[in-house]
Each structure stands twice: as C-alpha cells, then as structure tokens.
C-alpha cells in the first residue's frame, strides 16, 4: 500500500493560498523546508526503531560508514575523510562521535605516521551493537518502503542522491544568480 501525492498548484485548483503562504517567500514553495521536513520525519521513525538499543539513526548512519570505510589494516578512515563523506563539517562529525566513544563503540585512534590525523575505528562492542542494529534498522526501512510503495521510495531515495551529488553542487554554484533589485 504506497501513498501517492500530487503537488497541489494553488493556481490550478482554484483555491487561494492562505495567508501563510502569502508571506514573505512570495508565493514560492521552499525545497528546503519540505526536505527538512520530511528528513526529520523520517529520523523520528529511524530513532524509535533504533531506541531499544540506545542508539539514534545518525549514530547507526556513523558506525556503517565507519564499517565500509574500514580497510585491510583495521586503521579505519580518517575523520577529515568521515565528514567529507558525510558531508558534515568536522566539528559536527567529532560531535556527533562523543557519545559513540564514551560508550566503547567507536575508538579514536592517531595516525601512525602523522599524530594530528585520528581515525575513526569500530570497537568489538560497537561491531556488535552495529550487526544488531541492522536488524532494527532493516524492519524501520522495509515499513517506510511499504508505506510510500517502491516506486516512490525509489524516486525519493533518486531526487535526494541528485541532490547531494557533487554534479547538483556544480549546477547551483554555476547558475547565473543575479541580485535582487527592488
């Protein structure tokens, strides 16, 4: 059972925008706004499906980064190579990394040959609080997958992967954005 939803035009139906919608932004709708939205939304959901293990999404999302980014030498990557793929700034990375550490998850290693360099390695514990978490994880995606149906999970799981490419970064930045003029 997927949801379906049509983007409503105020135009094309015939119903005025409130007042709300009038405001400042102009009649414009915010891309923003709608995916802030419907990424909390969803890290709610992640969030209690994750709460029996004491563990939030992005907590997960950090651990499985960390795993995949893990090599042969068991060094782990590098937290300037960790936020880069994230897309976080460090700070928020070594933030968000706090409580990952403080639990025995997560360990903070110096580089071998460059001691200002850490890298960010899983713990025993945290191995196994991640291959149980998969688990919560798996049965969260699977309801969300359901609910919107596979053919709009898969369009949204697209538009989103288009949007955080480097190519839709490319695009904006080399758009003509002239200032506004009053």
């Avoid at 994750?50 to 782990?76: C, R, S, V, Y």
């Amino acid at each position: 059972m997927g949801i379906t939803s049509t983007p409503v035009d105020a135009k094309s139906t015939g119903n005025k925008p409130s007042l709300q919608e009038q405001d400042i932004l102009g009649g414009r709708v915010c891309t923003n706004t709608a995916l802030r939205l419907a990424a909390r939304r969803l890290g709610q959901l992640y969030d209690e499906a994750l709460a029996p293990l004491d563990l939030k999404a992005t907590q997960l999302a950090l651990m499985a980064e960390i795993h995949k980014l893990m090599g042969p030498d068991q060094q782990g990557p590098t937290l300037q190579d960790l936020a880069s793929r994230l897309a976080i700034q460090l700070s928020a990375l070594t933030h968000a990394l706090r409580p990952l550490v403080r639990d025995g998850m997560v360990e903070l290693r110096l580089d071998a040959k460059d001691r200002r360099t850490k890298h960010g390695v899983l713990t025993p514990r945290g191995k196994a609080r991640l291959s149980k978490a998969v688990a919560y994880w798996a049965a969260a995606n699977d309801r969300v997958e359901a609910v919107l149906g596979p053919v709009s999970a898969a369009n949204l799981r697209a538009l989103a992967d288009q949007v955080s490419s480097d190519a839709f970064l490319a695009a904006y930045r080399q758009e003509d954005r002239a200032p506004c003029t009053d």
